[in-house]
């Protein structure tokens, strides 16, 4: 089954139109989730960490938070550079590797 | 300070063909993992190396190899190329004593015909 699910799959927005992206999660033993940000055709860019829930990080116009179940990106005020793939990854149990999932492709219009 | 750097950018391979890619990690990282990601997909772990040795492994065959140097570079090699193969090949790096947070780099494509 599934362990990370991302929601939407695609989200179009305007400039300037907050909304927030959704990573689920089933796995046990949460180690940590990470949140990527990955342009077409290149590498995943590390944004945030999270550990536990309750936690919050944030980076310019983004905001990471983190419950039991599931974590939230919440963009604001988002510029079309804000464009991409944003992927949400866990690690979990005495795994070593970061389980995925499908990601959600964010478009801004201007 | 240079980050996780991986070579070539592209490959055209044709099937049953042999194929090596390298990576070098970010300076003062020594852990070195390798995903695949199919188009449109998140990327697939396919395993860990640490002190040279292949620490975990994921859900991928024994056609897929891999090897860590003592400067802690690494090189994935694929034997008996399929069709299915073709995809974004990504090597992550992190430091051993804070291994949660892995990097990746930009990417090797691999477009078997």
């Known amino acids: 089954e599934d362990q990370v699910t991302q929601s939407p799959e695609a989200l179009r927005l305007q400039e300037g139109e907050s909304s927030s992206l959704n990573c689920s999660y089933t796995v046990s033993g949460l180690r940590g989730l990470f949140w990527y940000r990955q342009d077409p055709g290149k590498g995943p860019e590390f944004l945030f960490t999270l550990y536990s829930a309750g936690e919050e990080k944030e980076k310019e116009r983004l905001k990471a938070t983190l419950t039991k179940k599931e974590s939230f990106l919440h963009i604001t005020a988002p510029k079309p550079e804000d464009s991409a793939t944003y992927l949400c990854a866990v690690k979990w149990g005495g795994n070593e590797k970061l389980t995925f999932g499908t990601g959600t492709r964010l478009t801004i219009i201007p | 300070d240079a980050g996780v750097t991986q070579s070539p950018t592209h490959l055209i391979k044709t099937r049953g063909q042999q194929v090596t890619l390298r990576c070098s990690p970010k300076?003062?990282?020594?852990?070195v993992s390798w995903y695949q990601q199919a188009l449109g997909q998140g990327p697939q772990f396919i395993f860990q190396y640490y002190e040279e040795e292949e620490r975990q492994r994921g859900n991928f065959p024994d056609r897929f190899s891999g090897h860590q140097f003592p400067n802690y570079s690494s090189e994935l090699n694929v034997n008996a190329l399929l069709l299915g193969d073709s995809a974004l090949y990504l090597c992550?790096?992190?430091?051993?004593?804070?291994?949660?947070?892995?990097?990746f780099g930009p990417g090797t494509r691999l477009t078997v015909l």
């Open positions: 992550a790096s992190s430091p051993e004593r804070y291994t949660d947070t892995q990097y």
């Open positions: 300076s003062g990282h020594d852990t």
